[in-house]
């Protein structure tokens, strides 16, 4: 089992950016992260391959948020720029079963407490 914990939510405001990270106690496969607005379901934001070279993304953030991660530091980032009020979430990273790179929060093993992330407008 991997432990995550995120960090680096925030309160900023429209059009402004955040870099949220995920410290994992041990190296995951691949790494997705999702966010959860109050009374919402989770939505898949994206995911990163082991190596880091291949990462997804929904179709929401596509082109303003970027994943990337540090092997070395057991770690995954969110970078996420031109913030908007819509972004106002909880944010999760996750890591799923070995092998997979996918959108389903089922196919994940691992979940992180969240950090919040709250744009004013």
């Known amino acids: 089992q991997v432990q995550l914990v995120e960090s680096g939510g925030g309160l900023v405001e429209t059009g402004g950016s955040l870099r949220l990270s995920c410290a994992a106690s041990a190296r995951a496969f691949s790494m997705g992260w999702f966010r959860q607005a109050p009374g919402k379901a989770r939505e898949w934001l994206g995911a990163i391959t082991r190596s880091g070279g291949v990462s997804t993304y929904a179709d929401s953030v596509r082109g303003r948020f970027t994943i990337s991660r540090d092997n070395i530091k057991n770690t995954a980032s969110l970078q996420m720029n031109s913030l908007k009020p819509e972004d106002t979430a909880v944010y999760f990273c996750?890591?799923?079963?070995?092998?997979?790179?996918?959108?389903?929060?089922?196919?994940?093993?691992?979940w992180g407490q969240g950090t919040q992330v709250t744009v004013s407008s």
């Open positions: 996750a890591a799923p079963v070995a092998g997979k790179i996918t959108n389903d929060p089922g196919d994940y093993l691992d």
